[in-house]
């Protein structure tokens, strides 16, 4: 009843192709931001920082990412962990070379240098499609991980192999390390976490978005109505490796703080992020938050009832985890491969009819 | 002779008899594939999973015992039985073909027209999954397997090489027995796909599964003798790594090593895995040990995936694989 | 009457200069011979036909055309100008539009976005630009909806614009397909069998839109067709062609009584 679309149409182009057409969600949305930049930061703590929002916004950027890659581009990666480690290592010898530098300009130069590996490693995309091309992406995620181990340059020669965040400010706030206050870090993620949804959104609703999705559709079509393949490509992997480099360079410096690279950046990590999207959604920006939410919560929420509630052991419930997650993908890609946002678009519908059948 | 070489010649035996190990492990996918156009990713994780089985069954764990203990608060574990080994392998053969069962009617019937990619990302989910059933019934702690396989050193190859090159070989027996069975077991499945019955419904349902429909053959039979050929494949190759390096998750990965095995050889070809196998395991092995020590070491995580990567751009069908010819 | 300026028709539609020739074409996979040295030419504003029984290497010639199979022998000379070997979007970008016997469009997006991939070749706003949504890249995006707004009215498939493609019968896609060729203003169209799977109305709908595209915007339009009736009734001038080579050039008149093209379809014995 209150939500409709009678009544709200667009008289321009302009109207028409905007993200929110429906008034409804148009202040919905509107609603969530202010919820999200005004209200979140005077209630956060440490707890709903590190257990929840931080990695909610981090792997949400993440997931933005390897969508544009996989979602629009149809391009198939299980690189992404070690893509968020190129992240993490600019950041961390950026941060460490350039003391004085501000932390968001070497997030995102870290996020520039990612970009450049991932166009690097994209280019046999050129002759290798389908999962081949998934397994070639595999080369990128040993070889990377191991490149970190390895060199010790990368680690700037520490005795552990280890990296760590250098505790850095922003208008006199302390960002990483122990001292961190919860509420700035929280709004650093959250503007790192809504500019790249803009972004995206941009570049996927316009001619970019459009040829990357012609490539997924049919390359050889969209060849031949002109849409040059080696640039549509390689910039998906650019723009895709550089959300994945500022996520990876949020997760080490004010997330975790300290790093070892197999254990944080190995497949699995690409395996997670691959699943927020099939889970939250290809192709799709909400999905990529939803996916997101999704991954981040449920151990969070099977820690609390089973282990909290229950008195289940934690090795009982991660191996739960594992079966409810590997279950879900499987469901999903049977009954809804568009994820949870073509669950929400159909929900949205019938809603919008409500209370009629149709 | 030169040392170098003498100790070039002992990594090259290793490396092709990790290599016959290998192609094993890549057959399991072969045969899937070529019989469903699946990239079953959890082969690895099946072979893990009837490794602990069989420890599971011969020690007489009791299945699910560390749940059942969460829920109802007992100290319960063990049948208090002991089986010996062959007994084991076939009831953990009956596993498997009741698991291949469950997984094509539950999940790839689903799935039928699919592209590939949507396949390959189901077994994903499906090897998350059996990793996390795996744990649960059997306790996700390091087993020992121990079936009856010699191990260690062999003797005869040590003295014989000593009195040829004054260096004597590092061959362990249990190397030597896996290639032989995995050979043996290659050249079975390779014989039983050219010539039998089955094998060419198989071949004819990996073709075309609408045409082999038309001329009689059952998928859903061929699918599940496939995946039950599969799974004891797995059984061997988990036996073999089990008791090689105890039964634990890491099993597992030797799936993802089979990766660019497949795109050497080529996905749909059994020479090719074989070929590919071989040329992976003498590679990796080869490798570390001219170039390793000179650039960190540990080369053999991502050796095969860069020379298979390479060899794609140049050949994107692999080495056998067909050639890939678009039309519009 | 035929000179290199071009002529008048019958009906009064002006046919200008030879804008596309094809010369000694061959064109081999591996030892199959698909086109035998076949010369042909496409004149400005004309519809040509290019006919034949199946498998006589028609959509292979098409795919010459736009430059998806390079041949073995023999040279494209587009607008008087050799044109080198080209990569298929290069040649997209020269104004050479086609569709696709097996449709061809993109499932994963709607009719609009798919009349909207039609102007690549013409969207040049730069990735800044687009990032932002402002300035150049917004305008740029008005812009092109407006033209393929204009092509989705000619085409008369307004109410299906926001519709994924992969809902639509085979007929509405075969005119989205045509729509999307229509957007980028080519100037050769290719088309590959657009009447196929059609019953009578759509093919007179079809046909219709072909003759009113020929006409409002004075495209050239090659095209390969089966229905004789359709070929007779739109066309100029014919090519026909068998097992890879050229066996009638002329118009529709000549075609018909032309002895080797009706043993070809009628099928006579060679002896």
């Not at chain 2, 027996?173 to 094998?199: C, H, P, R, W």
């Amino acid at each position: 009843m209150f939500y409709r679309e009678a009544g709200d149409f667009s008289t321009t182009y302009r109207e028409d192709s905007q993200t929110f057409p429906i008034k409804f969600d148009r202040y919905r949305y509107y609603a969530v931001l202010v919820f999200a930049f005004a209200v979140v930061p005077f209630i956060i703590n440490d707890y709903w920082l590190n257990a929840i929002f931080l990695p909610f916004l981090i792997y949400s950027i993440a997931a933005i990412g390897l969508n544009i890659l996989t979602g629009y581009c149809g391009q198939v990666s299980l690189g992404t962990g070690g893509f968020m480690a190129v992240g993490a290592y600019a950041v961390y010898k950026l941060m460490t070379a350039f003391p004085d530098i501000n932390i968001i300009v070497h997030v995102i130069l870290a996020g520039g240098v990612t970009a450049l590996v991932g166009v690097i490693f994209g280019l046999p995309s050129l002759r290798i499609k389908g999962f081949y091309l998934a397994v070639a992406t595999l080369a990128a995620q040993f070889f990377l991980v191991w490149l970190f181990n390895r060199v010790p340059w990368f680690y700037n020669y520490s005795a552990s192999g280890q990296i760590t965040s250098p505790e850095r400010e922003f208008l006199g706030v302390t960002l990483t390390g122990a001292t961190s206050e919860p509420w700035a870090v929280y709004l650093l993620c959250l503007v790192f976490a809504t500019v790249s949804a803009l972004i995206a959104r941009n570049l996927t609703r316009g001619a970019m978005g459009r040829r990357w999705m012609a490539i997924r559709d049919m390359d050889i079509a969209a060849e031949i109505i002109g849409v040059n393949p080696l640039s549509a490509k390689l910039s998906a992997f650019a723009i895709s490796s550089f959300f994945v480099g500022v996520s990876g360079a949020l997760f080490f410096s004010v997330y975790l703080g300290a790093v070892e690279v197999g254990e944080v950046f190995g497949i699995n990590k690409s395996f997670l992020v691959l699943f927020m999207i099939i889970i939250g959604g290809l192709g799709s920006i909400f999905g990529s938050f939803a996916g997101a939410a999704f991954l981040v919560l449920l151990p969070v929420l099977l820690k609390n009832v089973l282990v909290g509630g229950f008195g289940w052991p934690t090795d009982l419930a991660a191996h739960l985890e594992f079966m409810i997650v590997g279950g879900l993908i499987v469901v999903f890609l049977i009954a809804e491969p568009h994820g949870i946002a073509q669950l929400w678009r159909v929900a949205k519908e019938k809603l919008r009819l409500w209370p009629f059948p149709h | 002779m030169p040392d170098q070489l003498i100790y070039a010649m002992e990594v090259f035996l290793n490396g092709l008899m990790a290599g016959v190990l290998y192609a094993l492990v890549a057959l399991g996918f072969v045969l899937i594939y070529k019989a469903s156009g699946i990239f079953n990713y959890a082969q690895g994780v099946m072979a893990l999973f009837a490794a602990m089985t069989l420890v599971g069954v011969m020690e007489g764990q009791i299945p699910f015992a560390h749940l059942i203990n969460a829920i109802l608060g007992t100290e319960i574990h063990h049948f208090g039985w002991h089986l010996p080994a062959l007994l084991g392998i076939l009831l953990t053969m009956i596993v498997m073909v009741i698991l291949a069962w469950l997984v094509q009617r539950i999940i790839f019937k689903h799935l039928v027209g699919q592209e590939p990619i949507i396949l390959f990302m189901a077994t994903i989910g499906l090897a998350y999954f059996m990793e996390g059933l795996g744990d649960m019934m059997w306790g996700a702690n390091i087993k020992k397997l121990d079936v009856g396989l010699p191990q260690g050193i062999n003797l005869w190859i040590d003295e014989t090489t000593y009195n040829i090159f004054d260096y004597g070989f590092f061959i362990d027996n249990l190397d030597i027995v896996a290639s032989i069975i995995a050979a043996i077991l290659v050249g079975v499945l390779v014989m039983f796909a050219q010539y039998t019955k089955e094998g060419r419904a198989m071949r004819a349902v990996a073709d075309d599964h609408q045409a082999a429909l038309s001329v009689g053959v059952s998928l859903n039979f061929i699918w599940i003798m496939v995946w039950s050929v599969a799974g004891f494949v797995a059984l061997v190759a988990g036996i073999m790594w089990g008791t090689k390096s105890g039964v634990q998750f890491s099993l597992s990965l030797i799936a993802l090593k089979a990766l660019p095995v497949l795109m050497l050889g080529g996905f749909t070809s059994i020479p090719g895995a074989i070929v590919g196998g071989l040329i992976i395991g003498v590679g990796e092995k080869l490798f570390e040990f001219l170039v390793g020590p000179l650039i960190g070491g540990a080369t053999e995580n991502w050796f095969a995936y860069v020379l298979a990567l390479l060899l794609l751009v140049f050949r994107p069908q692999g080495l056998f694989g067909e050639k890939i010819i678009e039309r519009v | 009457m035929n000179t290199d300026e071009g002529y008048i028709t019958d009906d009064g539609r002006k046919i200008g200069g030879v804008v596309m020739e094809m010369k000694n074409i061959t064109l081999r996979f591996g030892g199959v011979t698909a086109i035998q040295d076949i010369t042909f030419d496409i004149r400005e504003g004309e519809i040509r036909a290019i006919i034949g029984p199946n498998g006589a290497g028609k959509s292979s010639m098409l795919n010459v055309v736009s430059g998806f199979y390079v041949p073995q022998e023999g040279e494209v000379f587009f607008r008087g100008e050799k044109r080198p070997p080209l990569k298929p979007f290069e040649v997209a970008r020269q104004g050479i539009a086609r569709t696709f016997q097996n449709i061809a469009l993109f499932e994963g997006m709607s009719v609009l976005d798919n009349v909207m991939t039609g102007r690549l070749t013409q969207m040049k706003s730069g990735f800044i630009s687009q990032a932002l949504w402002r300035g150049k890249a917004e305008r740029e995006e008005i812009e092109n909806r407006e033209i393929c707004e204009r092509v989705i009215d000619f085409l008369e498939i307004q109410s299906i614009r926001k519709t994924p493609v992969s809902r639509l019968p085979y007929g509405l896609k075969k005119r989205v397909e045509l729509a999307r060729a229509l957007a980028s203003e080519p100037k050769l169209l290719l088309l590959d069998e657009p009447m196929a799977g059609m019953n009578v109305e759509e093919k007179e709908d079809m046909s219709r839109f072909i003759l009113d595209v020929n006409d409002e915007f004075g495209t050239t339009i090659a095209l390969i067709e089966h229905d004789m009736g359709v070929v007779m009734d739109l066309s100029d001038r014919v090519v026909v062609m068998d097992y890879g080579k050229k066996i009638g050039d002329g118009t529709p008149s000549d075609i018909r009584n032309n002895q080797a093209v009706i043993d070809a379809y009628l099928g006579v014995s060679h002896d």
